[in-house]
């Protein structure tokens, strides 16, 4: 049976790609059957180049698996909701883009699953991206940037997670090119506020 981690973050630009690349690579220098797929990706262009997924395939030694039918692409880098108020192609259903992931993961040992942005980005009129981590029964990997403002932003990300009794395996904080203060304390304000 294939374990899932869905990679989420609590913004964009987070590092969520680089933090994915990384543990496709991990575990396959360890002989893990490991895989990445971005099965949500905007900000396509008009040429269609889904970046993201074209690294995680990479890093998978699987190139097809950027360009896996049923997986959601659109030209600008909005929410997929959004996107169709722009004259994008609305997502398929949710479970239906499970189904495609599950096909496209099976019989792998692991596969680590990168999200568009956050649990709570707009994916169509009744779900968000955290509905199709619920959908996979994928354990969470939240990616956060370790900057001045994450405190809130992990916190609620976490607090949303747990309303929807979806798994937290790691809190990961990223560091940025140009650390600010609050670097200093992140890590221990959050141990502190969340033990577990």
Known sequence: MTRRYFIAGTDTGVGKTTLTEALIRAARAQ????????????GCGEAGIAQ?????????DAPDLAHIEGFYRARNP???????????APPPPIARLAETIRAADA???LSFIEA???????YDTNHQVADLALELGATLILVAADRLGTLSSTLTAIES???????????????TESPDFSSRTNLEVLRQTRPE
Do not use: N, W
Not at 52 to 58: G, H, I
Not at 161 to 175: N, T
């Open 107 to 109: 019989h792998r040992e």
């Open 161 to 175: 997670a747990e309303k929807r009794k979806l798994p937290i395996q790691f809190i990961i904080l990223s560091g």
């Open 52 to 60: 993201d997924a074209d690294c995680l395939a990479r890093a998978s």
């Open 116 to 122: 568009a942005g956050g649990l709570l980005v707009p």
């Open 31 to 42: 002989a893990i059957d490991a895989i990445g797929l971005k099965p949500i990706e905007t």
């Open 78 to 88: 909005l929410a997929p909701l959004a996107a169709t108020f722009e004259g994008e």
